[in-house]
């Protein structure tokens, strides 16, 4: 998998990704935190920047560097004070926090940001491209194990409690389906998703495996979905890929009376 992650961050893609994410990150501070770092690339990254930098992940990444510390946490529940941070980094890790986590990872985000949060997560995703079917529970999984999609309106909601700065798109997408094409591609087993993925069944936890063999109506069914789909991306028009977002966190104001 890490010669899999090493590929993926080479591509024109990503590295454009990327570059876009760290125009939105001060250029210089104290200290910030890359919030699911899992190979320590944007980490390091920081850590030009910065003078100290903190790689979070669900365990503890393997890095070595002077200038970062790599702690296991979750970011429903950071070990951190409030205002902790000069700037807080977390992309691509949203759209993988369970529905009823989704609330308190970002209120978290927000409570250890002194100033600057950078969010990078897909943009208007349809989880329903790219599925697989887990071969050990049988159930539907969502691409990467992708179980929330965001606009612009659903990020804003979610972290209201700071002040937006700039918003980006990075990439082209024209990636969407319907209910027919979703329904006849998991009778088929999912053939042509996102197999590859590291990320295991959203269900189950268990490896979602290899995808089966098909029967001849599976096969049917698949390019029954593939037709209709192809005459609906006629209809579509193109969309960014990634949504990166930069807030702040607004002074906290003194109430006390000074007498």
Avoid at 208 to 215: A, F, K, L, V
Wanted: aromatic letters at 8%; charged letters at 25%; proline letters at 6%.
């Amino acid at each position: 998998m890490a010669s899999l992650l090493t590929e993926y961050r080479a591509s024109p893609a990503e590295q454009h990704r990327i570059a876009d994410l760290f125009l939105l990150i001060p250029s210089s501070g104290t200290n910030a935190i890359d919030i699911g770092a899992r190979d320590c690339y944007l980490a390091q990254k920081l850590a030009e920047r910065f003078e100290k930098v903190v790689a979070l992940d669900l365990e503890s990444p393997d890095v070595q560097h002077p200038g970062i510390e790599p702690i296991a946490g979750n970011v429903v529940s950071l070990p951190f004070g409030d205002s902790h941070f000069d700037a807080v980094l977390c992309a691509e890790v949203l759209e993988h926090i369970p529905e009823d986590l989704l609330v308190k990872a970002c209120s978290e985000i927000s409570r250890v940001a002194k100033d600057k949060v950078v969010i990078g997560v897909p943009y208007r995703q349809d989880l329903r491209c790219g599925r697989t079917t887990c071969q050990n529970c049988g159930k539907s999984n969502p691409p990467w194990g992708h179980v929330n999609s965001f606009d612009e309106n659903r990020l804003k909601a979610l972290f209201g409690t700071l002040v937006l700065e700039r918003v980006s798109f990075v990439g082209a997408s024209k990636d969407s389906t319907n209910w027919l094409s979703a329904a006849l591609l998991d009778y088929a087993g999912n053939p042509f998703g996102t197999w590859e993925q590291e990320e295991p069944c959203v269900y189950c936890g268990a490896s979602i495996g290899e995808p089966g063999e098909r029967s001849m109506s599976q096969r049917l069914a698949t390019r029954l979905a593939f037709i209709l789909n192809k005459l609906q991306s006629r209809f579509v028009k193109p969309r960014g890929n990634w949504i990166h977002v930069l807030f702040s966190k607004p002074p906290m104001r003194n109430e006390k009376l000074v007498t």
